[in-house]
């Protein structure tokens, strides 16, 4: 582990490291959060933040105006990078694939499989990681933004107990039946839909062996509301299985920052109280 920048924020500090990834095979960075109860050597709960497509561990650390509420709550703050990096890493001249387009999935098809392992990093890795050089404590939350909605939710949903709360911003709820999710899941995964049940909220709620509430924000001006998030079907799927969900449709919102940090403080106190009590 190796800090690459520190930053002074709302008396906690705001940090980036780099670090070798078993999970992955390459260096990946991620930002954490560190509020003053942290810096003091108190153990805090963590809560994981997954970004959307092209991101990387900056832009949510630099755009949401996250810190203010971290240390309001006592939280520590995770942003990792969307996906693996680097000249021996395969990539796409596409935006909505490959490099800055992990999907929070683990790749099983050439030539994505050797370093396209985002869920082992996210899930497993990364909280190891920071409960082992950080004052964390066991106590996590995970949400994200658009493909990081989808992480978030895939993530807790796949990992029953885990997390202790989640929540989403414009999420892609069923990426096998919208277009960026159905290209980077034959990308990653290939032909056999079966194999993308796994990775697809809407399915994995209809047999979720845990009930944790899903909050969910969505803009009702996002320009890929229709075509790629489509948040009915997961309220469907929810209703369908008795799984709680809170849907908040948002008048007049796109998909961008500006929405994000309009809402933001309402899913931190959403994590906090799971988090904290």
């Not at 003053?36 to 994981?48: D, I, N, S």
């Not at 920071?130 to 989808?150: K, L, N, T, Y």
């Not at 990992?159 to 929540?167: A, C, D, F, L, T």
Request: hydrophobic residues 40%; proline residues 6%.
């Amino acid at each position: 582990m190796e800090r690459v920048e520190q930053h002074a924020s709302f008396n906690g500090r705001q940090e980036v490291w780099k670090h070798a990834s078993t999970s992955t095979g390459t260096e990946m960075r991620l930002g954490i959060f560190l509020p003053a109860q942290a810096l003091a050597g108190e153990k805090c709960p963590v809560l994981y933040w997954l970004s959307g497509l092209t991101c990387t561990e900056q832009n949510f650390i630099t755009k949401a105006g996250a810190q203010e509420h971290a240390a309001r709550h006592g939280l520590i703050v995770v942003a990792p990078d969307t996906s693996p990096r680097g000249e021996a890493v395969a990539n796409d001249p596409a935006y909505d694939l490959g490099q800055g387009a992990g999907f929070y999935v683990n790749a099983t098809q050439a030539p994505w499989a050797p370093h396209f392992r985002m869920q082992d990093y996210v899930a497993d890795e990364l909280p190891a990681l920071v409960e082992q050089h950080f004052p964390a404590s066991a106590a996590r939350g995970i949400f994200g933004h658009s493909m990081g909605g989808h992480g978030a939710l895939v993530t807790a949903l796949r990992h029953p107990g885990r997390y202790k709360s989640v929540s989403a911003f414009s999420p892609i709820v069923a990426p096998s039946q919208v277009p960026w999710g159905q290209k980077a899941l034959t990308a990653y995964l290939g032909e056999d839909r079966s194999a993308w049940a796994g990775w697809d909220a809407v399915e994995l709620v209809k047999s979720a062996e845990e009930r944790l509430p899903l909050l969910v924000d969505q803009g009702d001006a996002d320009e890929f509301l229709a075509g790629q998030l489509q948040p009915q079907l997961l309220e469907a799927a929810c209703a369908a299985a008795g799984h709680p969900l809170t849907l908040r449709l948002q008048p007049g919102y796109d998909h961008s920052y500006y929405f994000i940090a309009s809402f933001l403080g309402e899913h931190f106190a959403h994590h906090a109280q799971a988090l904290r009590g």
